[in-house]
């Protein structure tokens, strides 16, 4: 029986180890920060621990609703593609730092990618 | 709209607005104080309908089961049928003012008897009721190991109600109505070496005046450092007695900041400045922020920024009402 993603990234606990260093990495990132001014950060952990656990394969319920509405005021405040691909970017440094290796970032970085029209509301 | 049904008649509620708004449009309200879903004085019941999630973040599992829910959070999506809570933010205890001392012009220090079975974790909160219509939360700055009273201490607001009173008004032996304790800012044994960096603006000092003498008596290990910043000097208080805490234990630092300009506008303490500028590494320190709200929620963004974990953040922004 072959491993899920979910399961050769580390399951849970892969997710945990990962949401303070992306978090991180993405509230440093001049080019995306100040989309994230103001939100209150405890439920913002809450949704990237979200977002990782089905990037990384896991089971989750997004759905591409979800994902319209809530990044609707965001599109209107200018997000586009060079903020998606920043994102993805923070998501790949983050995973080769907790040793993953690039054929399954690859995979996650996949799953992001399929995101991307519902995030920027095309 | 949503109809908000309350003691026998019913509301039509305005698009966007919130159940505390709605009633308090018709002359009903819930008590409320802080209304940013901090306080939990405006807590709900819904005994038919189904409050949204939102209105039921912060309270405790058991309390979401039950459809209780945040009035001033609550923007309805069905019709509800709601009641007061009698809820663990009302008025559940009845104390005795023991003491009151003017620490300086605009800080008085409060000390109650300790109501039987009010049992506290030093730097939670309480709400004090002068009526059924007004209500506050403040920071409790005993220590139940170290002195068998209830300590507060409270900032002369501009016209405020509560404050006001409670400078002026209150006397020695009156009694006075609290909640129970509540909130998650305090110390955590279990890591006695573990750096802990607490900033605090004004009466944001109450807790942390409660969790680092708490630490200390609990045997805390590594470094504490206290900035207490102000842009008035008569918002810096209790210098002596941090000072002499200095001198009992090695671990603790104290340092008073005053940020000066605070007349032409400067709503953004120093202290926060001061500290993360000495510390810049946070990786591994547990942080403490209480008092401003902007003051908090800049230095935990820095803070986490600077290597702090979410989890070891502790922030009680202190929303003042008039």
Known sequence: ?122 | MPIIEFDGKKYESKPDETVLDCLTRFDCPPPSSCRSGLCHTCMMRAIAGTPPESSQQGLKETLQQQNYFLACSCVPAEDLTVTLADSIAAPHFETIVLEKNLLTPVILQLRFSVPEGFTYIPGQFLNVFRDEHLTRSYSIASVPALENVIELHVERIKDGEMSGWLFDDLNLNDTLQLSEPLGECYYLPGNPEKSLLMVATGSGLAPLYGVIRDALNQGHQGEIYLYHGSENPEKIYLQNELENLTKLHDNFHYKPCISGDGADGNIMDRANEIALGTHKSLKDWRIYLCGHPLMVADTKRRAFLAGASLNDIFADPFEFSS
Do not use: C, W
């Open chain 1, 1 to 122: 029986m072959s491993d899920s993603l979910f399961d050769k990234i580390g399951g849970e606990a892969a997710v945990n180890a990962a949401v303070d260093i992306f978090y991180r990495k993405v509230l440093a990132d001049d080019r995306i920060s100040r989309f994230f001014d103001g939100v209150d950060m405890e439920k913002q952990a809450a949704k990237q621990k979200g977002f990782l656990t089905m990037a990384f394969g896991g089971p989750n319920n997004y759905s591409g609703k979800d994902m319209r509405e809530g990044h609707a005021h965001l599109v209107a405040k200018g997000l586009n593609d060079s903020h998606f691909d920043a994102v993805v970017e923070n998501l790949g440094a983050t995973l080769k730092e907790l040793g993953v290796t690039d054929e399954l970032i690859g995979e996650v970085a996949a799953i992001a990618e399929t995101t991307r029209n519902d995030v920027l509301g095309k």
